[in-house]
């Protein structure tokens, strides 16, 4: 394989993990902008649609239909923990809110600790996420090429949506100046819940590339993801959505790097590495590289 042929594979490894990693940091900071609010039960939302695509995963329906079944039933526990859990606490602290965060989060990996297994279970997937094909010298993964291809999509049309949508507009005034919003006639509970279930969204979709990835669900899966998508926000800048996406983006591509550029005896210390140079980056920018008040900033 040539340099050309090296770096071409470079970045679509790094484009496909970036992606994920850019609509993980959006899930968080969409919430963010409006509430002010670290969602760290975020994560158990993967874990949802990872158990949902185990339990359906080996029933008649097509893996299309048992996906978008998962992702739904994450934007409806999204929907849920707002209502049930954080609505009540939306005019506490910060501090408050974000301790109800970590709670939520705890119980529901609890719970399926109690009702599922502490263990994890194997899920089945379509073969495409393991699956290789070859372009010249290239050796692509389709699930990688999809994972690429869905997270663009999904970027441009939350764009559109922020932009030429009523909620869309509604979202970025309440982003903006929430009393304000308020004052004008904007239903704060609709704004907030429509925050709620891009999140979801957005975690359900990780959720299949994810488990796709790993082969299998547990209580703990969504661990990793919310750990991600906090650093790739905060490195991005947490009140920016283009900062979001540029962490996610720079994150998958420092992972991608070091496991080319280290040695087989310190592949283990990866996510070691990476946290260094995070923590580099942030020592000279610890508002993240993109300065932003509000998500009204172009994605």
Request: hydrophobic share 60%.
């Amino acid at each position: 394989m040539n340099v050309l042929q090296e770096v071409l594979q470079f970045l679509i490894n790094a484009l496909s993990l970036g992606g994920l990693y850019a609509l993980m940091a959006l899930g968080l900071v969409i919430v963010y902008g409006i509430l002010r609010l670290v969602n760290f039960a975020y994560g158990e939302l993967v874990m949802v649609a990872g158990y949902t695509l185990l339990m359906l995963g080996t029933g008649p329906l097509p893996w299309l239909i048992v996906a978008a079944i998962s992702v739904g039933m994450a934007v409806l526990t999204s929907l849920l923990l707002e209502r049930v859990a954080f609505r009540p606490v939306r005019q506490a602290s910060a501090t408050t809110m974000l301790i109800t965060s970590f709670a939520v989060s705890a119980l529901l990996q609890n719970a399926a600790i109690l009702f599922v297994s502490p263990r994890a279970k194997a899920v089945v997937t379509p073969s495409f996420f393991t699956e290789n094909f070859q372009v010249g010298g290239l050796l692509i993964s389709k699930g990688n090429l999809a994972g690429l291809v869905v997270s663009l999509l999904l970027l441009g049309l939350l764009t559109l949506f922020l932009r030429r949508t009523l909620l869309g507009i509604a979202l970025r005034a309440a982003a903006d100046d929430f009393v304000m919003t308020r004052l004008v006639g904007i239903r704060a509970n609709q704004v907030i819940a429509a925050a709620f279930a891009i999140s979801g969204f957005f975690a359900g979709v990780v959720a299949l590339f994810w488990i796709g990835r790993l082969g299998s669900v547990g209580p703990f899966v969504g661990s990793t993801p919310v750990l991600v998508a906090f650093v790739a926000a905060v490195v991005g800048g947490m009140q920016s959505l283009t900062g979001a996406v540029i962490g996610g983006y720079l994150l998958g591509a420092l992972t991608v790097g070091l496991q080319l550029v280290l040695p087989q005896s310190l592949l283990d210390y990866r996510q070691a590495f990476v946290f260094a140079i995070v923590l580099l980056v942030l020592l000279f920018r610890p508002q993240g590289l993109v300065r932003g008040t509000t998500i009204t900033e172009r994605v």
